[in-house]
């Protein structure tokens, strides 16, 4: 079957560096995608990794190792805002529903304090 | 201009009773989808359909029903409502899923009493 594992909570003061780790197993794998999501809000796409490597995008930083199955979202210079759930979601395309079906982790609850 | 919006935001309603959500995008996405997120907020996929024809169906109850009248809509149908169907329902839209990004509406909170 398929699982993808991350910490559940996660907890950071204001400028810190926070990394968020998610280990997954699939029968295949087609990238590697991570979502914010406020209380009360709708999930919001971060950031997207096909490849090995490290993408940044302003203060987040995503990064992928596919022979380690391991992915992580980095976030930078913590702002009071950054308080949400993370959750890591990965395409199996072995799956039927294959490439359209967005598989997601649990979810980690990042506190971010003064 | 809201790229998914679903209606209502908010259902109460008593068990054995039936409700519907409606969604639309105007992203010009050709697939759509519908997830439940309970209260620990784990995010399951229920359906995905690409240009009104059904993709995806996972394993729910078939008190499930969803429907695509065109490729902009997807509503979602719930006949004989139970407690455990109580949750946070989102539609999604995606133009590329190999990208990885779904545009999420802002949810449908639905409370079986």
């Known amino acids: 079957g398929q699982s993808l594992e991350q910490p559940s909570e996660v907890t950071a003061v204001e400028g810190a560096i926070v990394q968020i780790n998610c280990t997954y197993q699939t029968s295949g794998f087609y990238g590697l995608s991570w979502y914010q999501q406020h209380d009360g809000g709708a999930p919001t796409f971060l950031s997207y990794n096909a490849l090995d490597g490290l993408e940044e995008t302003g203060r987040f930083s995503s990064f992928l190792s596919r022979s380690d199955s391991y992915g992580y979202l980095l976030l930078q210079e913590l702002q009071m805002k950054d308080s949400a759930s993370y959750f890591c979601a990965v395409r199996d395309p072995q799956l039927s529903g294959g490439y359209n079906k967005l598989i997601f982790g649990a979810g980690t609850r990042l506190a971010v304090h003064p | 201009d809201t790229a998914v919006s679903q209606t209502p935001k908010y259902l109460v309603t008593q068990m054995g009773n039936d409700k519907s959500i409606k969604c639309e995008q105007n992203?010009?996405?050709?697939?759509m989808y519908w997830y439940k997120q309970d209260s620990k907020k784990f995010l399951k996929i229920m359906f995905s359909?690409?240009?009104?024809?059904?993709?995806i169906n996972e394993t729910v109850p078939n008190r499930f029903s969803p429907k695509s009248p065109d490729k902009a809509h997807l509503n979602l149908h719930i006949n004989s409502l139970e407690l455990g169907d109580s949750a946070v329902y989102f539609c999604?839209?995606?133009?590329?899923?190999?990208?990885?990004?779904?545009?999420f509406g802002e949810g449908s909170r639905l409370t079986v009493l």
């Open positions: 992203l010009g996405h050709d697939t």
């Open positions: 359909y690409n240009n009104k024809e059904l993709i």
């Open positions: 999604a839209s995606s133009q590329e899923p190999r990208s990885g990004e779904l545009f």
